[in-house]
């Protein structure tokens, strides 16, 4: 099969990787890729975000499938305009994937089908936003409705650090349209778990849970970023509890969904906490996780592209088993992120670390100046480990991330250890 990847990540070289790796494959095509997909994708100078150009470069190339990585352009259509051109596509159409770009859509649907998740207010002014946070003593999330490239959250600890939230989104526009309306919810107590599954429909196949780690510092502190790291399996989290979750949360949500007219094809991510009172959805995506799939995708064992096929309504149900191994990414982050993250370090030492056993290393924010390897985004490179258990596997991508440099590497030390809650 030949096959068009969209995005240029971290998440789409590691679904490169695996998708390297399917019998099935005869060509991959990236766009617009990055240094890393290079090596394992022809790539092309088309943005994400360039609906028209990727569809017509999907038809000038005569793939078979396209891959849609980032939320972007689910969320603006891509999977739609694919369609009407006779080709087929893993992702969500736009209908679908509001469930990512509207937060308060999500809510509607999540109460519609009696998924369980926090209370909430929907507020597009201040005034009423400070009413909803009275009303909590200011201990609650703060999170922009739109898309934010995994900013637009706030957890608060006060009425002063929730209303600064709320004026950033609404008064200061921080985060654009995304920001226009904001939600206060409650803050859950507990710890976080990823949970995504690929569908076909009302299909559902479960995937590896994994646990990402989205503050900044050590110890949980410091500002939300993107993910700076991630394991799976999640201590605690067995097979029985996997199938509760889909049964209470993927499934109902999808059903929903079905129930408006809309049917459901790719990865539905949802981001929970396991609270005292059960699982909680905090959030939904409609792709896969970043940094989720650097630690699921070196777990799988069967073909991704089958799987992914399969979604896609292109072929038979997939058979994807999970590996035994533990998988440990850690993330390493340009100076100055996620708040002002500085580009153009030169960066070394990524063909050593990618030699340890059980490593790969994927390029998340880098470029290629015909001479050096540079930063060129916030998240930098994800170093992913597979090992016996997650004490092995940690060990071996710490080993591996200590022969890379670039000025103001920054990385949390903490990947894999006990969660704070």
């Known amino acids: 099969m030949r096959v068009l990847l969209v995005g240029s990540g971290g998440r ?3 679904l490169a990787w695996g998708l390297a790796r399917s019998p099935g494959l005869d060509e991959l095509h990236a ?11 022809t790539c092309h100078p088309v943005p994400s975000d360039d609906l028209e150009r990727l569809t017509a470069l999907a038809v000038s190339l005569a793939v078979d499938l396209v891959v849609i990585g980032p939320e972007v352009p689910l969320v603006a259509g891509l999977a739609d305009r694919l369609s009407a051109a006779a080709v087929p596509s893993f992702g ?34 201040v005034a009423a936003a400070q009413l909803a946070i009275a009303e ?32 950033a989104c609404l008064v200061d526009r921080r985060f654009g349209g995304a920001g226009g309306r904001v939600l ?20 559902v196949l479960a995937l590896a849970p994994a646990r990402d780690y989205k503050r900044a510092l050590d110890g949980d502190r410091g500002p939300n970023t993107g993910g700076m790291g991630c394991i799976s399996p999640v201590p605690g989290l067995d ?36 609270t005292d009172d059960g699982p909680r959805v905090l959030e939904f995506n409609t792709r ?17 592209l089958d799987a992914l096929c399969w979604s896609a309504g292109i072929g038979a149900r997939a058979q994807l088993a999970v590996s035994a191994e533990a998988c440990v990414t850690v993330v390493l982050a340009a100076r100055g992120y996620p708040d002002a993250p500085q580009q153009g370090a030169v960066i070394t030492g990524v063909d050593a670390a990618g030699r340890h056993p059980g490593v790969s290393v994927f390029h998340a924010g880098t470029s290629h ?50 969660v704070h809650v």
Request: hydrophobic share 45%; net charge negative.
């Open 369 to 418: 100046d015909g001479h050096s390897l540079r930063v060129a985004g916030g998240r930098v490179l994800n170093v992913s480990a597979t090992g016996a258990d997650l004490g092995d596997a940690r060990r071996r991508a710490y080993a591996a991330a200590a022969e890379i440099e670039f000025d103001g590497m920054q990385l949390r030390a903490d990947i894999g250890e006990a």
């Open 31 to 41: 766009a617009p890729g990055n240094p890393g997909m290079a090596e394992l994708a």
């Open 12 to 14: 789409e070289h590691a």
């Open 92 to 125: 969500p159409t736009a209908a679908a994937a509001r469930l990512e770009g509207s937060k308060a859509f999500a809510k509607s649907v999540m109460d519609a089908a009696g998924v369980p998740t926090a209370r909430f207010s929907v507020c597009d002014t």
């Open 239 to 274: 097979a029985a509890m996997v199938d509760e979750i889909v049964a209470t949360v993927h499934r109902p949500v999808i059903g929903e969904l079905a129930r408006r007219g809309v049917e459901f094809r790719g990865c539905l991510y949802a981001g929970l906490m396991l």
């Open 288 to 304: 896969w996780g970043d940094p989720e799939t650097q630690v699921i995708v070196p777990r799988l064992d069967g073909s991704l």
């Open 136 to 167: 909590s003593e200011g201990e609650v999330v703060i999170k922009a409705d739109g898309l934010a490239a995994g900013k637009g959250v706030f957890v608060c600890e006060s009425v002063a650090e929730a209303e600064d939230a709320v004026r």
């Open 184 to 203: 206060i919810e409650e803050r859950l107590r507990g710890a976080e778990v990823s949970m995504l599954a690929l569908c076909a429909g009302e299909d």
